[in-house]
């Protein structure tokens, strides 16, 4: 059974910081990219940050971000731990949403709720 577990979501104040984690099973965290993707309230699903599984090494490959969260949100993985993380800063109140982890754009987490707000 494939299996994406989220954790480490919150609520946070605007312009603060949350840690993202995602463990995944071992069998499918070798072969995908890694994304995280989240979906705010009456609005669509969106790519937030992938990241590559990488050739060598602990470390991931080539990443790429959505231009909202460029310069704020780092994604990074590591592989000997099955994780995949998604370090959030300077948040704001736009980003409130569900994250959630993928795997290759075929197997999902369950989700786990970002709130920004005063």
């Known amino acids: 059974q494939v299996q994406l577990v989220e954790s480490g979501g919150g609520l946070v104040q605007p312009g603060g910081s949350l840690r993202l984690s995602c463990v995944a099973s071992g069998s499918i965290f070798s072969i995908y990219a890694m994304n995280w993707y989240r979906q705010a309230p009456g609005k669509q699903r969106e790519l937030v940050a992938t990241?590559?599984?990488?050739?060598?090494?602990?470390?991931?490959?080539?990443?790429n971000y959505a231009d909202s969260v460029k310069g704020r949100f780092i994604i990074s993985r590591d592989n000997a731990k099955n994780t995949v993380y998604l370090q959030m800063n300077s948040l704001k109140p736009e980003d409130t949403a569900v994250y959630y982890c993928?795997?290759?754009?075929?197997?999902w987490g369950q989700g786990t709720q970002v709130t920004v707000s005063s």
């Open positions: 993928n795997a290759g754009n075929i197997y």
């Open positions: 990241m590559t599984r990488g050739v060598t090494g602990n470390g991931g490959g080539k990443t």
